[in-house]
């Protein structure tokens, strides 16, 4: 998991009620993940007095798991990990339709549009050679 911009946050700086984020990495394929990570905003709700572990509103961290502070930079890489999401998912969407009832079910008033967007991909893809 690369972390480019992000910025950690000192665990001995927190306290509880303080938003963090929580980087989770988007999985691209078998062992693979993409370059761009998934940060979630994150309440503190209990940190233990050793501060051994953090408790927020979306699951317990651990002291290895490193926390960062959710500013701009937070939401840029969450935004850019979610566009990719999305592509996959649209990937795999075309994949089942071609793979379960095949490009002849298209119907009529669909062609237009649909070669429309898929052009428009095919050029952009173009770009990433074979």
Same mark, same amino acid.
């Given at each position: /998991?690369?972390?480019?911009?992000? #910025?950690?946050? #000192? %665990? ?30 994150? %309440? ?35 935004? /850019?990990? %979610? ?8 990937? *795999? ?25 898929? #052009? ?7 770009? *990433?050679?074979?």
């Amino acid at each position: /998991m690369v972390i480019g911009k992000l #910025n950690p946050i #000192n %665990k001995d700086d927190l306290k509880v009620g303080d938003v963090v984020g929580i980087a989770r990495e988007v999985r691209c394929g078998w062992g693979e993940s993409f370059r761009h990570v998934m940060v979630y905003p994150a %309440k503190i709700i209990r940190i233990t007095p050793k501060r051994t572990k953090i408790e927020t509103d979306i699951g317990e961290c651990d002291k290895h798991e490193v926390l960062y502070k959710y500013d701009s930079e937070a939401i840029k890489e969450s935004e /850019m990990a %979610k566009k990719f999401k999305e592509i996959k998912d649209g990937v *795999y969407a075309i994949e089942d339709f071609k793979s379960s009832r095949g490009l002849r079910v298209i119907k009529d008033e669909d062609l237009d549009t649909l070669s429309e967007h898929i #052009n428009a991909v095919a050029e952009i893809l173009k770009r *990433y050679g074979k």
